[in-house]
């Protein structure tokens, strides 16, 4: 323990003990609610899952029990629910359609055998503590691709909302356009029960915030199909329910793990645990942003890797983070992972209990539900922040947002990864280079940037800040040169490097060669402030005996002194600029300059910037 806080192996072994102690009796009323709400959403959610994946449509439900629980207590996330997804589900189907027919028992070993493998992958990076890929995620990748799959979430519902007979798999754009064209075919009885479950949602939450509003609008939706289906009959209202649902619970299995399953299966496992950890530390790190939680990556590697494990003996494929639920869970209140836990018992429950009663539960009041969920999860605010803050960063928001919209969802967020590395590498390989002199306006004479104030006629100074790595060496050598040709007499180069924080060997023999060069014209380079980081790898290096140890100093005070006395003093004696006031000191400035005071000079401190 160390601060409050377990660590190591304890700490990725039994992460519950870290939250546990927030459970009380508000939170268990709070997350006991959105528990329920949860194991209510995702039964048609569940279904459709299963049918895209190719899988029999319990399994959607088996998938959204056991490995919901699993990751709850051992992830990191307080909200991130785990579940079947339909990202995954197609992928699921995609990759193992042309092993197996869709729907057949060979086909469902091979889909809980990759289960299996996708956790042993993900549970094995994150003891390897690989978690830290997910930094490389940027805040802008998040919220654009939140905002994106709001809309899929909406637009996955129009057909729902508006009882309209649709394909699946339509593209976002495709179910646009359908619903434009078929604008005419719209059941105006469908759109009322969507109309009156999301209005009574909207109302509930702002009068009556003590009731779950999700919940309360479900049972309101429901009452209206149920009292128009009595009235009118369903043959006439076209009025479709989730409909009754297997009551069983889920069957043991086990996975296949002959090796010639295993050697059918590698390529595809290692897409889909990418995949499935990208998407699931994509959703916890969004919700994150909201609750101001701090996500452990490589704990979320082992909650989700554990949960795809256990719950191939359960009969569930691939799980991931759902945007779906995990929405839902936090959008109703839930404060620990035993909202998502409960979510997964109480499905159980559900299933095996009340499943004939989803009978009664309408397709369009899941609908006006999710169009609620997808509504919250756009974060206006930081969508606002970021397209007023940096172009850069709004050109990845933007195109994760747009690519979330109209591509493969794990495309999308692997494209918004890159381009944040594009514009990360993009900025770190062209350092700042400032020119910096002594200001005689200040009583210390600090060193600026103003391009205003005289320079010395024989040296020339240059801040660098940023690290001078083999991507930045170019940017910095080309300024170097722009800088000498506007002061082609600066034979000698002063470099300040407190702001040069990482140096690799490309930089290392930039340096050494900048210094080679600078003494071929009758010059030097020398280095003050120089960090403990850059100057190792130049001593391990060999290098930092071709610029001079005797050219790398600590302080500026130290570093000018130097310099002055072996600059060339007849040129010093024909100029009048006094830039340092070392320069008052010396024997080659004219007399009748004013003598600088010899305590100044003594005291280091006083004249450093």
């Not at 002063?494 to 702001?499: N, S, V």
Request: glycine content about 8%; aromatic content about 8%; charged content about 15%.
């Amino acid at each position: 323990m160390a601060n409050g806080r377990m660590r190591g192996w304890r700490a990725m072994a039994f992460p519950f003990l870290q939250w546990w102690p927030m459970v009380n009796g508000t939170t268990l009323k709070a997350d006991a609610s959105a528990g329920l709400t949860g194991a209510i959403v995702v039964l048609p959610q569940g279904v459709a899952f299963a049918t895209i994946a190719g899988m029999p449509p319990e399994y959607g439900l088996y998938a959204a029990m056991v490995p919901a629980i699993i990751a709850a207590f051992f992830g990191s996330s307080w909200h991130l629910v785990s579940g079947p997804t339909t990202a995954a589900s197609i992928v699921l189907f995609s990759s193992l359609s042309a092993l197996a027919e869709p729907g057949s028992a060979e086909y469902v070993s091979l889909a809980i055998t990759l289960s299996f493998l996708v956790g042993l992958v993900q549970l094995v990076m994150g003891i390897a503590r690989l978690g830290t890929l997910v930094n490389f995620i940027s805040h802008s990748v998040i919220i654009g691709f939140t905002a994106g799959a709001a809309l899929l979430i909406g637009g996955s519902q129009l057909k729902h909302f508006f009882g309209l007979e649709m394909e699946r798999g339509l593209h976002f754009h495709q179910v646009l356009g359908e619903v434009a064209t078929r604008f005419g075919e719209v059941n105006l009885l469908v759109t009322a029960v969507a109309l009156v479950t999301l209005i009574s949602g909207i109302l509930i939450k702002r009068y009556v915030p003590k009731v779950p509003y999700m919940i309360g609008a479900m049972v309101a939706g429901s009452a209206v199909s149920v009292a128009l289906n009595a009235w009118l009959g369903q043959d006439a209202t076209g009025i479709q329910t989730v409909g009754a649902l297997p009551a069983q619970l889920p069957p043991l299995s086990a996975p296949d793990l002959s090796l010639e399953t295993i050697k059918a299966l590698a390529p595809v496992t290692l897409a889909a645990t990418l995949f499935a950890l990208t998407e699931a530390v994509s959703i916890a790190r969004s919700l994150a942003s909201r609750s101001g939680q701090v996500i452990d990556g490589n704990q979320e590697f082992v909650g989700q890797g554990l949960s795809n494990m256990f719950g191939s003996f359960f009969s569930a494929y691939v799980a991931t983070g759902s945007f779906n639920r995990s929405g839902v869970n936090y959008a109703a209140g839930a404060k620990t992972p035993l909202a998502a836990a409960i979510a997964g018992v109480l499905l159980i429950g559900i299933v095996v209990a009340v499943a004939p009663l989803t009978a009664y539960l309408p397709n369009a009041a899941m609908a006006g539900i999710l169009m609620l969920v997808a509504w919250g999860l756009i974060d206006f605010h930081h969508i606002g922040h970021i397209l007023k803050a940096s172009r850069s960063e709004a050109a990845v928001l933007a195109v994760t947002f747009f690519a979330t919209l109209f591509l493969e969802l794990e495309f999308a967020i692997l494209l918004g990864i890159i381009l944040s590395l594009v514009v990360y590498l993009s900025k770190t390989s062209r350092p700042a280079v400032r020119v910096r002199v002594p200001d005689p306006r200040l009583p210390k004479r600090q060193f600026v940037t103003d391009p205003d104030l005289p320079q010395c006629p024989q040296l020339g100074m240059v801040r660098i800040d940023g690290s001078l790595f083999f991507g930045a060496v170019p940017y910095v050598r080309e300024k170097l040169l722009e800088l000498e040709e506007q002061e082609p007499d600066q034979k000698s180069l002063l470099i300040i490097a407190k702001g040069i924080n990482f140096l690799d060997v490309a930089g290392a023999e930039f340096l050494a060669e900048e210094a080679k060069r600078r003494r071929a014209k009758g010059g030097k380079l020398y280095m003050y402030e120089v960090k403990e980081g850059v100057c190792a790898p130049l001593k391990r290096t060999g290098l930092a005996e071709q610029i001079g140890s005797e050219n790398l100093f600590e302080s500026k005070t130290q570093a000018i002194r130097t310099i002055i006395s072996e600059l060339d003093p007849k040129i010093c004696q024909r100029c009048s600029r006094r830039i340092f006031l070392e320069c008052e000191a010396t024997s080659c400035v004219p007399q009748a300059f004013k003598p600088v005071d010899a305590n100044l000079l003594e005291g280091g401190d006083a004249l450093k910037a």
